[in-house]
């Protein structure tokens, strides 16, 4: 079992900027990926951003190209995704998950485990 812990939701204006954390525990010794995938109200859970391993590669959902990016420290066991330039549009619960995979995992029913998840609220 892996647990995952998400942080740094909070609200903030358009434009602005957000680093979200998460902190996996548990059995963490395998090679596992890592990802961010969201939900909002009413809509289906859509992986926004992926990362593999070694962090060598990544993989974003065209809504937050170039506006996000994910990184990985494997030595702290931590996965981030920065978000820039944030919009309204952005307001979601954002859950952080993973799965015992050394390659990067972009679909998300490939996924194993995945955290409470943490809110973006983006005012206008």
């Known amino acids: 079992q892996v647990q995952l812990v998400e942080s740094g939701g909070e609200l903030v204006q358009a434009g602005g900027s957000l680093r979200l954390s998460c902190a996996a525990s548990?059995?963490?010794?395998?090679?596992?990926?890592m990802g961010w995938f969201h939900q909002a109200p009413g809509k289906e859970r859509d992986v926004v951003a992926a990362i593999s391993w070694t962090g060598g590669n990544t993989w974003y959902a065209d809504s937050v190209k170039g506006r996000f990016t994910i990184s990985r420290d494997n030595a702290n066991k931590t996965v981030s995704l920065r978000m820039n330039n944030l919009t309204p549009e952005d307001t979601v619960v954002y859950y952080c998950?993973?799965?015992?995979?050394?390659?990067?995992?972009?679909?998300?029913?490939?996924?194993?485990?995945w955290g409470q998840g943490t809110q973006v609220t983006v005012s206008s």
């Open positions: 548990g059995r963490t010794t395998s090679p596992y990926a």
């Open positions: 998950d993973a799965d015992a995979s050394y390659c990067i995992v972009i679909d998300l029913r490939d996924y194993r485990y």
